[in-house]
């Protein structure tokens, strides 16, 4: 059974920074792309961040471009999103998830496995 944990969310100041991880079971972790995406209050989920399985081929939302850091650790099973200069509007919930594709993809129908989610909240 596959399963995802994300950890790392909290309360933080605009300007912030924060580190996710999401720690993953039951899945050849260096076979999946990795993902993350967010879902802020009556807004749907979008793609935030998602790697490659080598960890060589990032991609982001222009939205989080040159403030977010996407990175993965294939010995560890754990993927991380550094988040910096952080806004109010990266206020969400933040999934990671787990993709069969071979590149990073921003479509979340790509995605086959989900965590439950972790709340970032920045305040300005």
């Known amino acids: 059974q596959v399963h995802l944990v994300e950890s790392g969310g909290g309360l933080v100041q605009a300007g912030g920074a924060l580190r996710l991880s999401c720690v993953a079971s039951?899945?050849?972790?260096?076979?999946?792309?990795m993902g993350w995406f967010r879902q802020a209050p009556g807004r749907e989920r979008e793609f935030v961040s998602a790697?490659?399985?080598?960890?060589?081929?990032?991609g982001y939302a222009n939205e989080v471009k040159g403030r977010f850091a996407i990175s993965r650790d294939n010995a560890k099973n754990t993927v991380y999103l550094q988040m910096n200069n952080l806004k109010p509007d990266d206020t969400a919930v933040y999934y990671c998830?787990?993709?069969?594709?071979?590149?990073?993809?921003?479509?979340?129908?790509?995605?086959?496995?989900w965590g439950q989610g972790t709340q970032v909240t920045v305040s300005s």
């Open positions: 998830a787990s993709s069969p594709s071979n590149m990073p993809t921003l479509v979340a129908q790509n995605y086959d496995y």
């Open positions: 039951g899945l050849s972790f260096d076979r999946y792309v």
């Open positions: 790697i490659s399985p080598s960890g060589l081929t990032p």
